[in-house]
């Protein structure tokens, strides 16, 4: 069965420090891959997908960056957080895009101070 | 601009009671899902749909892909059901998600 790990599940960083957020999924090849965003009391926002290594889209400018350097690995990073950089970072995985359903990760709440 | 509506925000309900969560949407789409996110923050997918009704034990989804509006009902509705139920839109290769209805459902 396939099974998808986030880590940290929680995080508080300084204001202009580096982030590095990792998720990998076991049991499946060539997932699509996310990454969201839910700032509090806001609703979710895909920051980043990906259908293949090394392919990367972005859906908002930020501050954020994202990779995929192996197939089930998505790895979401920051040279130097901000404050609104806080929130809970969800990874999920899909076999297609849009009109599949998605499978979520247990999330990383991220504090930014 | 939303484009992806839900009503309402909060939900109170006693325990079963039958309840209506609604999502209305201004987007042409193929499917819509609905999550649903625990208290811890971990969410699960309930639904894909695109056409009709989809019933999965006590969860009932329907969607009017002409007039677009989905709902999402409970039957016999019980405490472990207190989450937030989240609907979202694909288009093209963007999501767009509703800001969730909280619900509680009191013993």
């Known amino acids: 069965s396939q099974t998808i790990h986030q880590w940290p599940a929680t995080l508080v960083q300084p204001v202009g420090s580096p982030l590095s957020l990792e998720c990998t999924v076991e049991?499946?090849?060539?997932?699509?891959l996310y990454w969201y965003r839910q700032a509090a009391g806001r609703g979710l926002q895909l920051l980043f997908y990906s259908v293949g290594i090394g392919q990367i889209s972005s859906e908002v400018p930020q501050n954020l960056s994202a990779s995929r350097p192996q197939d089930r690995q998505f790895i979401l990073s920051s040279k130097k957080l901000l404050l609104s950089d806080s929130g809970f970072y969800l990874c999920?995985?899909?076999?297609?895009?849009?009109?599949?359903?998605?499978?979520f990760g247990p999330g990383t709440r991220l504090t930014v101070l | 601009k939303n484009e992806v509506e839900q009503s309402p925000q909060n939900l109170t309900a006693q325990e079963g009671e039958f309840i209506t969560i609604n999502c209305s949407y201004s987007v042409g789409i193929s499917a819509l899902h609905w999550l649903q996110q625990h208290p811890g923050g971990g969410i699960v997918s309930l639904f894909m749909l695109s056409s009709g009704k989809k019933k999965h034990g006590r969860l009932i989804a329907t969607i009017n892909i002409q007039e677009k509006h989905s709902s999402l009902h409970i039957t016999a509705s019980h405490p472990r059901d207190s989450a937030v139920y989240i609907c979202?839109?694909?288009?093209?290769?963007?999501?767009?998600f509703g800001t969730g209805t909280s619900l509680t459902v009191i013993p």
């Open positions: 049991g499946t090849s060539n997932p699509n």
């Open positions: 999920a995985w899909s076999v297609g895009l849009g009109t599949d359903t998605q499978y």
């Open positions: 979202a839109v694909p288009f093209g290769n963007q999501f767009y």
